[in-house]
């Protein structure tokens, strides 16, 4: 199963592929970033255990929205804890709001800029804590605020700007990484390190 690296296909063809469309890339591991430069297939060593990295397009907001409605879907996301990754203005926020509603929170979804983490309830019980760690810079905000606690509770933690309390924060089960290409639309990297991630990463395959 090959597939060559995103950025060498036509823009037209690129972008006449419509959401959901999945580019299956080599298992890069955390940290890692999947190469969108080479012209050459990618090599396929995902395993049954590491599934490989996930590449897809979200042209606008109703393919952010697709996507979200399908992780959803997952059973396992009600126990993971995943990882938005982007610059300022890459769509975390918007991503994180299409999840919560497809996960069938209503009302007023606000960005935890401020207040770091919003907490949510979905109407079946699940706990969602929507963290955005942009303004964390004191590691003893970590225990006074209670996050160790939230970490430890069952319930979907989502996170962005991970990277701002990398220290404090566990492994993470699913890794999204968001980029605006030259098209305004969002280029996405999944990976997967841990198995609660590798069975969403794997069901969420085509
Ligand atoms: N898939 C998409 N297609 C087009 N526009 C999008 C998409 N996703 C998000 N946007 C737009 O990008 C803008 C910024 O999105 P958002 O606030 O979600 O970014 P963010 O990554 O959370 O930024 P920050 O790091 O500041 O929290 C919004 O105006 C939103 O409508
Ligand atoms: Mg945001």
Redesign the pocket.
Known sequence: MFSAALHALPSSLAHATRPGLWHAATWHGIGQRASHTSAQPAPTTGTPEMPPALHLI????A??AAFAQRLAAQPAVRHAFIE?R??????????VRHLLRALGITGRIK?P?YAVVEPHQTPDGLAVSHF?F?RFNDPREWADAGFRDVFAAPGLKLA??PEKAEAMLPTPDLVLR?EVDAH???AVTLTAPTPIGAQLLTELHP
């Open positions: 979200w042209r606008d907001e393919d952010t938005l982007g610059e300022l203005g890459a769509g975390k926020t918007t991503f960005s800029t955005d942009y962005e700007w968001l305004h639309a969002r």
